[in-house]
Every structure is written in C-alpha cells, then in structure tokens.
C-alpha cells in the first residue's frame, strides 16, 4: 500500500510564495516519475509541473518562470516552490507518483494520488 501526503497548501496573497511538499510512504524502492496536478472549481484537472526520478522536468506553460518542482529521492517526497502566485493559481494542488517499484520489485499500475491540498491567491 503506498500513501501520498500533501502539506503546505493555504491563503496568500497575489504575488506571493508557498511551497507545497508530497512525501510518499509504503513499501516503496523507487518512483519514477512525481508531479503535481491541481484543479480549480468548474474546470478540469491540469498538470502544473512533473520530474523523474533523474531530476528531468516539465511544466505547463502556465506556470513557467515562477514554480519549481524538485524532489529528494532517498525521501521518496516531492516539492513545488511556487512563487508570484495569480489569483488564477487558486485550485486544489494533488500530488501524483507513478512508476512505483516496491521493495519487492513490483511495479505498482496505475499510479497514486494524494487527498489534495488548498491553494488560495486572493487579497
């Protein structure tokens, strides 16, 4: 069983920073590839950022230039400093780890979700 928590989500106000963190629990050798998803009311989920487990990134355009996604893979957890936040940056942010290898060697399909947590731009 593999568990994503998410901590870090709340209130700022426009043009300023939060950093979410999403730490992976479980019987887990690695992950391939975390990212971070988030969905605001009415609207679809969309991808904010990915990295693998080699550190390569990707980010919607949306977001380029003001987050940053990075992870420690020894603490199977995951990061997103998110800076110069719009008020158009408020949605729930979901953290996804897919490509899980356990300690047993097996791989884990489809990938994990976490429950989510609250990101509010506003002043």
């Known amino acids: 069983q593999v568990q994503l928590v998410e901590s870090g989500g709340g209130l700022v106000q426009p043009g300023g920073s939060l950093r979410l963190s999403c730490a992976a629990s479980g019987s887990i050798f690695s992950i391939y590839v975390m990212g971070w998803y988030r969905q605001a009311p009415g609207k679809q989920r969309e991808l904010v950022a990915n990295?693998?487990?080699?550190?390569?990134?990707n980010y919607a355009d949306s977001v380029k230039g003001r987050f940053t996604i990075s992870r420690d893979n020894a603490k199977n957890t995951v990061y997103l400093q998110m800076n110069s936040l719009k008020p158009e940056d408020t949605a729930v942010y979901y953290c996804?780890?897919?490509?899980?290898?356990?300690?047993?060697?097996?791989?884990?399909?489809?990938?994990?979700w976490g429950k989510g947590t609250l990101v509010t731009v506003s002043s």
């Open positions: 990295i693998t487990s080699g550190y390569s990134t």
């Open positions: 996804n780890a897919d490509g899980i290898t356990t300690a047993t060697m097996h791989k884990l399909r489809p990938g994990y």
